[in-house]
């Protein structure tokens, strides 16, 4: 089992700043990659960035050159700087933990985090 607890969401104007942490507790040594998805009221679930154990990083085409994920291994936390936000980026953040028991694999999720953007 995997335990992630976010934290950073908020309300800030078009063209701020946020950011977003998660902290993972449990079997973080089966974790392959963390990272983060956004819902907003109405569409589906998308992924925003993602780090895997390697330190590769994938960003959403939406996000490339605002967005930033980072890991800090030593505190079981993921990060994700946002920058230059617009009210497109308004929705439920959410840290996603990919893990793998043996052959099976497993996504946990946070509770999520609101983050609103006003024009």
């Known amino acids: 089992q995997v335990q992630l607890v976010e934290s950073g969401g908020g309300l800030v104007q078009a063209g701020g700043s946020l950011r977003l942490s998660c902290v993972a507790s449990g079997s973080i040594a089966n974790i392959n990659a963390l990272g983060w998805y956004r819902q907003a009221p109405g569409k589906q679930r998308q992924m925003v960035a993602v780090i895997t154990t390697g330190g590769s990083t994938y960003y959403d085409d939406s996000v490339k050159g605002r967005f930033t994920i980072s890991r800090d291994n030593a505190k079981n936390t993921v990060h994700l700087q946002m920058n230059s936000l617009k009210p497109e980026d308004t929705a439920v953040y959410l840290c996603?933990?990919?893990?793998?028991?043996?052959?099976?694999?497993?996504?946990?999720w946070g509770q999520g985090t609101q983050v609103t953007v006003s024009s």
């Open positions: 996603n933990a990919d893990a793998q028991f043996g052959l099976e694999l497993h996504d946990y």
